[in-house]
């Protein structure tokens, strides 16, 4: 059974840096693209990023020029390094693979 395992959360200032980690049981990043998700309270879950099985970015815009997808495939890992953080960007991020195949969730506060 596949699974996706999210860290690096935690509480940073605005302005700070955190690089979240999603890793799999088993090697599916190679030719999957995978997602990062992020829901905040109260609010529906939203797109961040996704990066392709050959390596193409996509960014939401509230993130473009802040946050980076990329991956290690030999590690089975897909990382999200943000920078400059806002309050806004508080929420519980989640990594998602396949259809419907998503981790736990770690959770990312900014304070102001």
């Known amino acids: 059974q596949v699974q996706l395992v999210e860290s690096g959360g935690g509480l940073v200032q605005a302005g700070g840096s955190l690089r979240l980690s999603c890793a799999a049981s088993?090697?599916?990043?190679?030719?999957?693209?995978i997602n990062w998700y992020r829901q905040a309270p109260g609010k529906q879950r939203e797109f961040v990023a996704i990066?392709?099985?050959?390596?193409?970015?996509t960014y939401a815009d509230s993130v473009k020029g802040r946050f980076t997808i990329s991956r290690d495939n030999a590690k089975n890992t897909v990382y999200l390094q943000m920078n400059s953080l806002k309050p806004e960007d508080t929420a519980i991020y989640y990594c998602?693979?396949?259809?419907?195949?998503w981790g736990q969730g770690t959770q990312v506060t900014v304070s102001s």
């Open positions: 990066i392709s099985s050959s390596g193409t970015t």
């Open positions: 088993v090697n599916i990043f190679r030719t999957n693209a």
């Open positions: 998602k693979a396949l259809s419907s195949l």
